[in-house]
C-alpha cells in the first residue's frame, strides 16, 4: 500500500495562475479532506468529501474546487491563484467509524 | 474563535523524563479527540485518540487523558525519547464526522538528550 500519495511536492505558482494538487489513496477510504497549514496555525480544512460524487466545504473553502469522480482521487483546484494561497497543502483520508485519518506528506505552494 | 487551543508554543525536556503537552477546547459538541504527531516535511502522523465517554487512554508511552467538565485534555509521554521531538497537533470532531477535524496550532516537542 502507498497509502496517501499527493504530487507535485513543490510548486510555484504566478497570481493568476491556476492549478491541480494530485491526491489519490489505496486504501478504498471513503472519506478524504483537503487541509492547509500556515505558519503558526493549526491545519485547516478546505473541503472534504464522504463518498465519490459528494463533497462539501470545509472552514477556508474560498478560491478552491474539488470534485470526487472515483474513491481513489481527490484533486484540489486554485481557479486564480492569490500570495494568500502560499502554504502547504495536505490530503488525508480515512475509513467508516470513529478511525484516524492518514495524510500525505504534502504540496508545498508559493504564489509570487 | 480558535475552538482548539495549544497554548504553548513550544516544549523542552531532557530525555527520559515526562512530557505533558495540554489542549483546551471551547466546544461542547466535541465527542472525539486525537493527538498527531509531525515532523519537519512530512505530513502529520496519527497518534492517539479519546472518545469523550473515556477519561483515559494508553497506548505504550502514550497516555491521553480528557478532563469534560474542564474541556482540557493532555497528552503524557513517558519517558521521553529524542525520537519524539516533532510539532504535536490537538485535534477534535464533532458527532462522528471524524473527517471534519479541528485542529490547534500545535506545540514543537524538544527532547534533550
Known amino acids: 500500500n502507498a497509502g496517501v500519495t499527493q504530487t507535485p511536492k513543490f510548486q510555484v505558482l504566478k497570481t493568476g495562475q491556476s492549478m491541480t494538487l494530485q491526491c489519490a489513496q489505496d486504501m478504498n477510504h471513503e472519506y478524504m479532506s483537503w487541509y492547509r497549514q500556515d505558519p503558526g496555525m493549526g491545519l485547516r480544512l478546505i473541503h472534504y468529501?464522504?463518498?465519490?460524487?459528494?463533497?462539501d466545504q470545509g472552514e477556508v473553502p474560498n478560491g478552491y474546487n474539488v470534485s470526487r469522480s472515483t474513491t481513489e482521487d481527490f484533486p484540489l483546484r486554485l481557479l486564480s491563484a492569490a500570495p494568500s494561497q502560499t502554504s502547504v497543502y495536505f490530503c488525508?483520508?480515512?475509513?467508516?467509524?470513529?478511525?484516524?485519518?492518514?495524510f500525505g506528506p504534502g504540496t508545498r505552494l508559493t504564489v509570487t | 474563535d480558535q475552538q482548539v487551543k495549544q497554548n504553548s508554543p513550544s516544549l523542552s525536556v531532557q530525555e527520559g523524563r515526562i512530557s505533558i503537552l495540554n489542549c483546551d477546547y471551547t466546544?461542547?459538541?466535541?465527542?472525539?479527540f486525537l493527538w498527531y504527531k509531525k515532523y519537519p516535511a512530512e505530513g502529520p502522523t496519527f497518534l492517539i485518540s479519546i472518545s469523550s465517554i473515556k477519561d483515559k487512554n494508553e497506548d505504550g508511552r502514550f497516555t491521553v487523558f480528557l478532563n469534560k467538565s474542564a474541556k482540557h485534555l493532555s497528552l503524557h509521554i513517558v519517558p521521553s525519547q529524542p525520537g519524539d521531538s516533532a510539532v504535536y497537533f490537538c485535534?477534535?470532531?464533532?458527532?462522528?464526522?471524524?473527517?471534519?477535524?479541528?485542529f490547534g496550532k500545535g506545540t514543537l516537542l524538544t527532547v534533550n538528550p
Open positions: 485535534a477534535a470532531s464533532s458527532g462522528g464526522s471524524n473527517y471534519k477535524l479541528t
Open positions: 466546544n461542547s459538541m466535541f465527542d472525539y
Open positions: 488525508a483520508s480515512r475509513d467508516r467509524g470513529p478511525y484516524e485519518q492518514y
Open positions: 468529501s464522504v463518498g465519490a460524487g459528494i463533497t
